[in-house]
């Protein structure tokens, strides 16, 4: 009997791509996602795949699944800052909300809880690189707050479950990632670059552009997942890469691998925009002997000939 996993954000980014690798890890999956920020063209070319199904639901509700479940991975949320804006309740419920209901599913159900977490829960950080261990620099209050302190108290309703009862759960960490499927109006750097340099419209740098983030190809970083759910392993986990650009360097290079003539423009830097991110990958490479392998030009390559086919339809 094949194993059974339900993804919730299954038709995201992150959680269509999931499903695709869990499918051909032999498991039978349910996605489930209200399509406020996934789409069904994410997971349509699943569909004839007769150990997959779909359902259109808002985790933040109840949710009763007929049948067994071995998995449950916790991947609904929007998760940039353009999304959180718009959906501000929804961000804090569905990873408040959200994440008790599916706790409760995984416990009812004798499932593993998966928990998708953000480097978003060390904030603006003041250690660098970030590891596990760091407690994180967060401003509860301030505009990105409903999306910080939601997966702050996913990641502390997940562990309560795992020490009250017992529970088997997983706690991931995902740095900044990219690839297809993203949104072309997602709002994220890779997006906002790349839509920019295909229509050759002036690329917007946010302050002088020396802020740095560290870029993870969608596959890796699934990789990482698939690993880490393998595991027995309850602490939180960071996936990601060590690989870290600058703002002005990534617009730089998506402008050349594109073969844009955008020019690069600047813009005053957002409320409580992170200066810095890498990861601290010692846990993962330690526990799951994972590291990230495509070269941020390569996963580059790749994610533009998505982004032009999506501009071409």
């Known amino acids: 009997m094949a194993r059974r996993a339900v993804v919730t954000g299954g038709a995201g980014f992150l959680g269509s791509h999931l499903c695709e690798r869990l499918l051909a890890d032999g498991w039978q999956v349910l996605s489930v ?3 406020v920020t996934g789409a069904a063209r994410n997971i349509a070319h699943l569909r004839g795949n007769p150990n997959f199904e779909s359902l259109q639901h808002n985790v933040s509700e109840p949710l009763y699944i007929d049948g067994p479940v071995d998995a449950l991975l916790h991947f609904a949320s929007p998760a940039s800052p353009v999304d959180y804006a718009d959906h501000p309740i929804a961000t804090l419920k569905v990873g408040t909300l959200g994440t008790h209901n599916m706790l409760g599913v995984a416990r009812a159900k004798g499932a593993i ?23 994180g620099n967060v401003n509860p ?18 562990m309560a479950y795992h020490r009250a009862h017992g ?18 109006n ?11 340099a295909l229509k050759n419209q002036p690329m917007t740098v946010y302050g002088d552009g020396s802020q740095t983030r560290s870029l993870c190809y969608v596959d890796d970083l699934i990789e990482g997942i698939v690993r880490l759910l393998a595991t027995d392993y309850a602490e939180p986990v960071n996936l990601g890469t060590e690989d870290e650009v600058t703002m002005l360097q990534l617009a730089t290079r998506i402008r050349d691998l594109s073969g844009s003539s955008s020019e690069i423009v600047f813009k005053p830097l957002p409320e409580d925009d992170p200066k810095q ?8 490479r330690k526990l799951l002997h994972w590291e990230p392998r495509t070269s941020l030009d390569a996963g580059l390559a790749k994610t533009i000939a998505y982004f032009r086919e999506q501009l071409a339809t």
Request: charged fraction near 25%.
């Open 33 to 35: 996602d209200n399509l």
């Open 113 to 135: 809880f998966f928990l998708a977490s953000t480097s978003e829960v060390y904030g603006d950080p003041k250690v660098h690189p970030q590891p596990e261990t760091y407690w």
């Open 141 to 158: 209050v301030g505009p990105r707050a409903v999306y910080d302190e939601a997966k702050r108290a996913s990641e502390a309703f997940t």
């Open 167 to 184: 529970m088997n759960t997983r706690i991931v960490r995902i740095f900044n990632s990219f690839g297809p499927r993203m949104r072309v």
């Open 186 to 196: 997602d709002g994220r750097a890779v997006p906002n670059f790349l839509m920019q």
């Open 277 to 284: 991110r890498r990861p601290d990958l010692t846990r993962a």
